[in-house]
């Protein structure tokens, strides 16, 4: 049968009328949507799914708010977490994890980055070594959220240095709570402790934890990332303004409290644009030309952005080719940082020498003043954004590489 | 509002790129510009009569084609692309608004030869008191003689039609009014331009005859600057994708060390960053040429297309003349041609510093 969004509002809406409880408990409630379909509607019946075309799943998620009926667990990296075991696990690794992963039972980190591999994500030298029935791991991973409290973690690790260093790494899903496995908080200079370095000393791994096929771990993390995009661009509009009655709601706050504590800083990282033009009024420089000049510069980049990425959406949605306008975002939200952070140092002037509860606005202007260099680096540089854009939007040819042949024999840190 | 265009609005935008390629290459125009009267007057005929687009957004009844300003814009973004030289801003954008804003019997009355393009009209409405503004206007009107100095009036020397803004009577009035372009006691001189495209006079007038087509005011005057300005930033839009698409093509094929130029990473980003400001830019220019007829937001986004575009088709100049290199500064190359067009557009009906300010000023802080 085919979905239609009448169909669709129908029947959602029949299901939570029968089913929805604000008083249920939450991770009952959330078997529930598992079981049902309503959890997850655009996988297939058979996992936990209903087969439905991504373009009917907003008139579920307003069929949810609707009712303020809670989701599926979305805290930090589940929703990709889940979506790459989906498309690269096998049955027994999906019937293991995913459940698990979206009722919030348990909690998953991503392994990915290394101090010698950044920007080169393909570049990372953890080593993961078969010996008998098991994978050795041996190495480092760096800014990892959440791993003082994960349970699993997805990890790329190298498994071959004797081929090209894309083909020789694997991707493995890793028990976090094991001896081999240190976990240690990494200091902001923002004064935060978000991420977490991560030590592996012959950390086991058995063998059905594997993703995927050997040598096969960059192409599986390429999923994670797509993933990781897709989950940030839909990020928006997903708070609830206030909180309903119900008991349930008790529950997801505690889980989010914990889990989104890593993130309390994020929206300073942005620039905290919404602040601008009262920080300008209450400053009293509202007449100096020069605040002017910055603070209209930094409205209309911020408008601008919107629109642009609004015309990105209007082409998807009209089926027309994708334009350059779709993948400037990311650099966009960099620039309109760093104007933003312009304008509250001109507003604020010497308060800017300040930090902690007596300085402006009690810390958060500092807050802001010392976040937003890290959103030109996280999840990709600029400059990196900028080789992408010229490469694959504008078709600049790529530079020429001095990283070819077998890993063993190239440069690294 | 829309973000996408048409399948109409596609179609347009595809028929006049196709047009200018093929008929106003940038070679015929560095032929026409240093001509006289600096334009093809057969090319722009074949735009504005046979082509239809004489009056896009004129009502059908003046003989236009009672399309939206936004169709308009999608024209103009082309002719920037291609570098139009002609007097289709000056004729049938800029005179045929303030015709359409006179709004009376007699201002209607020329529309349907602007919009036929049987003549060619302008618009004097700059002095060196009065900028963007009327209160600074020293021209004056008395018994239907006009007195006074006109600056910075865009095919002036050429025009067919002059349309004047002056004060009248009573004080404290002003009106819009019509002169021919071989009216007694209207002088014209023309001015060397920066931008070789857009041919510029300074006009003076002794007792110049003119008819009083309808009354002017800082609204209505306001309305006529907003929309020259979003008519403006489209067109500036198509010249700053034009700057980057030459700077793309010079750099895939200019070799250096061993490689193109394109794939060096400064090349590169350089390209990347003129791509974030000429989207930016175009956003802004085509959703203000949605806000025409909003009164409370049309300032307002008239504003921000003009600044975003005014910074952005002077970057992706200058840019373009860097990456090109030594090649870029000279006169053969064609770069020069659309810097000249960037600067000088930069500046007319007022710079990014000016819009940010006024910005900011309708948004009421």
């Known amino acids: 049968m085919q979905w239609t969004e009448a169909r669709v509002r129908q029947e959602v809406r029949t299901w939570l009328g029968e089913n929805w409880d604000p008083n249920a408990r939450l991770i009952e409630w959330r078997n529930k949507l598992m079981d049902s379909g309503w959890g997850m509607p655009a996988w297939p019946t058979h996992w936990f ?29 589940r929703l990709w977490a889940a979506e790459t075991l989906l498309a690269h696990g096998n049955d027994e690794q999906r019937e293991r994890f995913l459940r698990k992963i979206l009722t919030g039972e348990e909690i998953w980190c991503q392994l990915f980055s290394e101090p010698g591999s950044g920007s080169d994500l393909a570049g990372v030298t953890t080593r993961a070594e078969r010996k008998g029935q098991e994978w050795i791991v041996n190495g480092q991973k760096v800014w990892t959220t959440s791993a003082h409290h994960a349970d699993y973690g997805l990890l790329l690790a190298r498994t071959n240095w004797d081929v090209p260093k894309h083909q020789g790494m694997t991707y493995f899903v890793v028990d976090m709570k094991q001896e081999g496995v240190e976990v240690r908080p990494l200091k902001q200079m923002n004064g935060h402790a978000s991420f977490n370095q991560v030590f592996f000393t012959d950390a086991r791994i058995p063998l059905n934890n594997r993703i995927d096929e050997e040598g096969n ?53 942005a620039g905290r644009v919404d602040l601008a033009i009262d920080r300008a009024a209450a400053t009293k420089t509202l007449d100096n030309p020069v605040v002017r000049q910055e603070l209209a510069q930094l409205l209309m980049m911020s408008q601008c952005s919107e629109w642009t990425a609004l015309r990105a959406r209007a082409a998807r949605e009209k089926g027309q080719p994708q334009g350059p ?25 010497l308060g800017s020498m300040l930090e902690g509860e007596d300085a402006p606005m009690e810390g958060l202007i500092a807050e802001i003043l010392l976040s937003v260099p890290a959103i030109s680096i996280a999840g990709g540089t600029d400059e990196i954004q900028k080789n992408i854009i010229a490469e694959r939007v504008l078709g600049m040819e790529k530079e020429p590489r001095l990283d070819g042949g077998p890993f063993r024999e190239v440069r690294k840190n | 509002m829309e973000f996408a265009l ?39 005929v074949n735009l504005g009569r046979d082509m239809g687009l004489g009056g896009i957004h004129a009502p059908t009844e003046c003989g236009g084609a009672g399309l939206s300003y936004s169709e308009t814009c999608i024209v103009l973004e082309q002719m920037g692309n291609a570098l139009y030289c002609g007097p289709y801003f000056s004729s049938n ?41 009327l209160s600074g206007v020293q021209c004056s009107e008395r018994d239907g003689r006009i007195n006074g100095e006109k600056s910075y009036v865009f095919n002036g ?60 005011n800082e609204h209505k005057h306001r309305q006529f600057l907003d929309l020259a300005c979003i008519a403006l930033a489209n067109e500036m839009v198509g ?69 975003m575009a005014s910074d952005a088709f002077m970057n992706a100049a200058s840019e373009c003349i860097q990456i090109h ?38 948004l009421g802080l």
Not at chain 2, 94 to 122: H, K, M, P, W, Y
Request: proline share 2%; glycine share 8%; with cysteine.
């Open chain 1, 49 to 77: 799914g209903k087969d439905m075309p991504d373009g009917l799943i907003p008139t579920v998620q307003e069929e949810f708010a609707r009712v303020n009926a809670v989701g599926v667990a979305r805290t930090g990296i």
């Open chain 1, 217 to 269: 771990g960059w192409r599986v993390a390429m999923t994670t990332l797509m993933h990781e995009r897709r989950a940030a661009n839909a990020l928006a509009g997903q708070s609830r303004s206030k909180t309903p009655e119900g008991t349930i709601y008790e529950e997801e706050r505690c889980e989010n409290t914990v889990l989104s504590e890593p993130y309390t800083w994020y929206p300073q990282r």
């Open chain 1, 325 to 349: 306008e779709g993948s400037l975002g990311k650099l966009a939200n960099s620039y309109i940082a760093r104007q933003a952070l312009r304008v509250h140092t001109i507003t604020t002037g």
């Open chain 2, 6 to 44: 048409t399948a109409e609005q596609t179609q347009l935008r595809d028929t006049v790129a196709q047009f200018l390629e093929s008929r106003c290459p940038i070679s015929h125009t560095r032929e026409v510009m240093t001509s006289t009267p600096g334009y093809d007057k057969e090319r722009w």
């Open chain 2, 93 to 133: 954008v800029l005179a045929v608004n303030a015709l359409l804003i006179g709004g009376t019997t007699e201002s209607r009355q020329f529309l349907a030869d602007l919009v036929s393009c049987n003549r060619t009209a302008t618009i004097a409405f700059i002095e060196e008191d009065a900028l963007w503004n």
């Open chain 2, 157 to 216: 020397s050429s025009a067919d039609l002059i349309l004047v803004i002056a004060r009248c009577q009573p004080e404290g009035i002003f009106g819009l009014f019509a002169l021919d372009g071989g009216a007694k006691g209207l002088h014209k001189d023309s001015v060397k331009s920066l931008d070789l495209t857009r041919q510029l006079a300074r006009l003076t007038l002794k007792n110049a005859d003119a008819l009083r087509l309808a009354d002017w």
């Open chain 2, 239 to 307: 010249g700053a994708q034009r700057m980057l698409d030459s700077a793309l093509e010079y750099s895939s094929t200019r070799v250096q060390f061993g490689r193109t130029i394109g794939s060096l990473q400064a090349i590169k980003h350089k390209c990347a960053e003129m791509l974030l400001k000429i989207e930016f830019a175009r956003s802004a220019a085509l959703c203000a040429a949605q806000f025409v007829r909003d009164e409370s937001e049309r300032s307002k986004m008239a504003s921000m297309a003009k600044a």
């Open chain 2, 325 to 362: 290199g030594g090649i870029g500064f000279t006169w053969e190359n064609d770069t020069h041609l659309w810097y000249r067009r960037a600067k000088s557009s930069e500046v007319y009906l007022g710079d990014s510093n000016y819009h940010r300010e006024n910005y900011l000023q309708s």
